[in-house]
């Protein structure tokens, strides 16, 4: 009997004695068994297709166990039967002997080890040839924009990568606003986590919902594995988990659609910018610079203007000292939007004398004095040693003469730390990428450009 079809029968078998002999058990029984680990553990797709008809019966089959909840219970069929993938004749050997379950099956993220400063491993650097995984944690944004996802790809290639898509993203899955439930897409990141192939992880687009992954995500096989995430806007929920949980750095940095995508060659400043922070055999210490021009030109997707009308770019009048000082420390830089929502949970990071870079996107006023000031009300400005601000996407002053920098002082007042706006890393271009947790020196003086030096690196060669 072959492995497909014996894993049907089991299945099927599991379900019969369930359903028959105890339908009035309720589901919490079984929540304690991580769903993703069994989408891992059964949901092989290569594997399956080459399988024909029996593999197509056998995904039909999850899909229907999956609609009606019942993948825990072929869950404890697996645990007792200990039927993880690397019992399948076919299964890629770093799946064997990795823990079937992930650590946080109860959905609870406050039961996870915390990793102080002293634990932070480095992921490996890269180099030309290394795969990137690429996987969907939020936004489908492949629906939108089906070609500014693969211009995406076909840059990653011709920067001399190699791209493998998780499998969500294979699938091109969408359900509204998302690629699948929490458990399906942390599953799809869990599987590029350990593939072997797979040295890099970088997310289709941003969304609103990627801090739903993180009670699904096994973060002691993250750390072990030690490959780089690199992203921007709502990733910054899985920047703080890796730093939290896993003990491991990562990159704020460009997703595959932006700015990978841009058209025709992807944004080259930007591209530029990821090579220094994500290669092997760069100087640990760098120094970031303006770069000589930005734009904050939004162009439409559904019209293909995106590709049609040339972006605008404007004279880069360089980073801005709006209170003087010196200051060095580990950086994090972070969505002003997500850091907020990690408030009150174990998502919130370590700021004391944090060097705090901020970005903030569609940038209406009320909403930015509203953001800025529960960040101060959190004590973050009692904790930081620094504050940079990046140039806000499409700031909107709502008929106030206010500036932007006006109204980041008005909120912030006096410091004793200094206090730089218009940097130039996020929803605008081009994006300095930002290697998260080493420690830079900054230094702001309203008589002369800002100085920002990295004394370290986030990868190891």
């Not at 989408?39 to 197509?56: C, I, M, V």
């Not at 969500?168 to 699948?180: C, N």
């Not at 973060?219 to 709502?234: H, N, P, T």
């Given at each position: 009997m072959s492995e497909t079809a014996r894993l049907q029968r089991l299945l099927a078998e599991e379900l019969e004695r369930f359903v028959g002999a105890s339908p009035e058990l309720p589901p919490a029984i079984f929540r304690e068994v991580a769903e993703s680990e069994v989408?891992?553990?059964?949901?092989?797709?290569?594997?399956?297709?080459?399988?024909?008809?029996?593999?197509?019966m056998l995904i039909a089959k999850l899909t229907e166990l999956r609609r009606h909840e019942l993948i825990p219970v072929v869950s404890r069929m697996l645990r007792s039967t200990r039927m993880a993938v690397s019992s399948h004749a076919n299964a890629p050997k770093p799946y064997a002997d990795q823990p079937l379950f992930s650590q946080t099956t109860s959905g609870d993220v406050r039961s996870l080890k915390v990793r102080d400063d002293n634990e932070l491993l480095r992921p490996r650097a890269l180099r030309k040839g290394d795969t990137i995984g690429v996987f969907t944690p939020a936004s489908p944004g492949y629906v939108e924009n089906l070609e500014l996802f693969a211009n995406g790809l076909r840059t990653l290639e011709r920067i001399g990568f190699r791209t493998k898509l998780g499998s969500?993203?294979?699938?091109?899955?969408?359900?509204?606003?998302?690629?699948?439930t929490a458990e399906e897409r942390a599953a799809e990141l869990m599987e590029l986590v350990r593939d072997p192939d797979v040295s890099a992880l970088i997310p289709v687009i941003g969304g609103n919902n990627f801090s739903s992954l993180v009670p699904f995500l096994d973060?002691?096989?993250?750390?072990?594995?030690?490959?780089?995430?690199?992203?921007?806007?709502?990733i910054t929920s899985l920047h703080l988990s890796w730093h939290r949980f896993a003990g491991l750095s990562s990159v704020y940095g460009p997703t595959v659609m932006c700015w990978f995508g841009e058209w025709p060659d992807g944004d080259e400043a930007s591209i530029a910018a990821f090579q220094n922070a994500t290669m092997a055999g760069n100087p640990e210490q760098q120094i970031l610079t303006p770069p000589p021009q930005w734009s904050n030109h939004s162009r439409r997707w559904e019209n293909g203007d995106w590709q049609r009308v040339p972006r605008q770019w404007q004279k880069n009048p360089g980073w801005t000292a709006i209170l003087s000082g010196r200051a060095s420390g580990r950086v994090l830089a972070v969505n002003l939007n997500t850091l907020l929502t990690a408030a009150g949970t174990p998502l919130w990071p370590v700021l004391k004398d944090r060097i705090l870079i901020v970005e903030d996107m569609e940038a209406g006023f009320a909403g930015t004095e509203r953001k800025l000031r529960q960040l101060a009300m959190t004590g973050a400005f009692d904790e930081i040693a620094a504050l940079i601000v990046s140039k806000p996407e499409f700031p909107d002053a709502k008929?106030?003469?206010?500036?932007?920098?006006?109204?980041?002082r008005e909120v912030v007042g006096m410091r004793p730390w200094p206090l730089i706006t218009n940097f130039d890393t996020g929803h605008t271009l081009p994006m300095l990428a930002i290697p998260q947790l080493v420690e830079v020196e900054v230094e702001a003086r309203t008589q002369r450009p800002v100085s920002f030096r990295l004394l370290g690196r986030c990868v190891e060669d």
């Open positions: 989408n891992h553990a059964l949901k092989t797709p290569d594997q399956l297709r080459e399988a024909g008809p029996a593999g197509a969500l993203t294979a699938s091109r899955a969408h359900a509204g606003w998302r690629a699948g973060f002691e096989e993250i750390r072990r594995q030690r490959k780089l995430l690199c992203g921007y806007s709502d008929g106030s003469t206010m500036s932007y920098d006006d109204l980041v």
